[in-house]
C-alpha cells in the first residue's frame, strides 16, 4: 500500500536544503464524489516562500512479506530443478521430425 505524505516546508538558501524548521502543516481532506480533495494549510513563525512537498510512503505488512519471500523460494527452487532436468538432457530440446504418408 502507498500513501501520500504532504509536507510545508521552506528552502533555506543558508544551508542550501528544504527545512520545516518553524512550520507546520495543517491537511484538511474533503471529499467528492468523483474524487479526493486535499486542502493543505502551513503554519510558521517566519515570513519565508513555502511549498508543499509531497513524497510517498510504503507501508508493508511482515506476514506478507514473509509469505512473499516463501513462495519465491519455491519457484526458484522449481526453476532450478526444471534447468537441473532439461540441460543435460539436450536431445529432450532438439525439434523432432516425423512424415506421415497418406
Given at each position: ?72 523460494g519455491f519457484s526458484l527452487v ?25
Open positions: 500500500l502507498v500513501s501520500t505524505k504532504l509536507s510545508c516546508m521552506y528552502y533555506d538558501g543558508n544551508i542550501r536544503e528544504w527545512s520545516s524548521k518553524g512550520c507546520v502543516t495543517r491537511s484538511v481532506y474533503k471529499y467528492s464524489r468523483k474524487k479526493r480533495i486535499t486542502d493543505v494549510m502551513c503554519e510558521s513563525n517566519h515570513l519565508t516562500s513555502f511549498a508543499v512537498l509531497m513524497s510517498f510512503v510504503v507501508h508493508t505488512n511482515s506476514s506478507e512479506e514473509h509469505v512473499t519471500n516463501t513462495l519465491l522449481g526453476l532450478l530443478l526444471t534447468l537441473a532436468a532439461i540441460l543435460p538432457n539436450r536431445e529432450l530440446t532438439k525439434t523432432r521430425r516425423t512424415k506421415s504418408q497418406i
